[in-house]
């Protein structure tokens, strides 16, 4: 689960044991001021840093300094670590330069909240026919993961923007489909778990 300016966003894999998921706002960098970069560099892996100060324009590195933050805290997440682990020893490598919200999500506002079945969490409770979901063909999924110069696998990597600020970023051992993003009230979703 994440937060992140009024949003709250969770993950629901029914094939993947272990998911890891993360917001994070590209405008709290301005809460770091200039040198924010050299600030955080222990968190970084050498050839992210190197990376990341190659790049010139201000606003792309702040977007991928917001990316690589959102892939981090996933990917610990995904351990049940948090933030106490290593940071700096994971080398995500092949990150895309996100640009512009890429969400088709979807709207819940004629959902019946009478398919929601309380007693039990399995797919049927809340699915295609109580949604039109579909695939997000938007999410960036060419990340990868290096620990020690080892490419650590299974693990799917997805990142996308959830609008001109936010970006998420998920992570599981073999995630079988690309996320789709699903509006749900909140009040939905406490009575779906009470």
Same mark, same amino acid.
């Given at each position: 689960? @994440?937060? &992140?300016?009024?949003?709250?966003?969770?993950?629901?894999?029914?094939?993947?044991?272990?998911?890891?998921?993360?917001?994070?706002?590209?405008?709290?960098?301005?809460?770091?001021?200039?040198?924010?970069?050299?600030?955080?560099?222990?968190?970084?892996?050498?050839?992210?840093?190197?990376?990341?100060?190659?790049?010139?324009?201000? !606003?792309?590195?702040?977007?991928? $300094?917001?990316?690589?933050?959102? %892939?981090?805290?996933?990917?610990? !997440?995904?351990?049940?670590?948090?933030?106490?682990?290593?940071?700096?020893?994971?080398?995500? &490598?092949?990150?895309?330069? %996100? @640009?512009?919200?890429?969400?088709?999500?979807?709207?819940?506002? @004629?959902?019946?909240?009478?398919?929601?079945?309380?007693?039990?969490?399995?797919?049927?409770?809340?699915?295609? =026919?109580?949604?039109? %979901? !579909?695939?997000?063909?938007?999410?960036?999924?060419?990340?990868?993961?290096?620990?020690?110069?080892?490419?650590? &696998?299974?693990?799917?990597?997805?990142?996308?923007?959830?609008?001109?600020?936010?970006?998420?970023?998920?992570?599981?051992?073999?995630?079988? =489909?690309?996320?789709? %993003?699903? !509006?749900?009230?909140?009040?939905?979703?406490?009575?779906? $778990?009470?």
């Amino acid at each position: 689960m @994440s937060n &992140q300016q009024g949003y709250t966003s969770m993950v629901i894999s029914y094939q993947s044991e272990e998911v890891g998921i993360d917001l994070a706002s590209i405008s709290d960098i301005e809460k770091f001021g200039n040198g924010y970069l050299t600030h955080f560099k222990d968190i970084f892996h050498p050839d992210e840093y190197d990376f990341l100060e190659s790049v010139h324009d201000a !606003k792309e590195l702040e977007c991928l $300094f917001t990316e690589y933050w959102a %892939l981090k805290e996933s990917y610990t !997440k995904k351990l049940g670590i948090g933030l106490n682990g290593e940071l700096g020893a994971y080398n995500f &490598q092949n990150v895309a330069k %996100l @640009s512009k919200p890429t969400i088709n999500s979807i709207d819940s506002s @004629s959902f019946d909240s009478s398919s929601i079945d309380s007693s039990s969490f399995d797919s049927s409770s809340i699915d295609s =026919n109580s949604f039109d %979901l !579909k695939p997000n063909s938007h999410w960036s999924d060419s990340t990868k993961l290096f620990i020690n110069n080892t490419h650590i &696998q299974p693990l799917d990597i997805h990142l996308t923007m959830l609008n001109n600020d936010i970006v998420l970023s998920v992570c599981g051992d073999q995630i079988p =489909n690309t996320p789709s %993003l699903i !509006k749900i009230p909140l009040s939905l979703i406490t009575k779906f $778990f009470s």
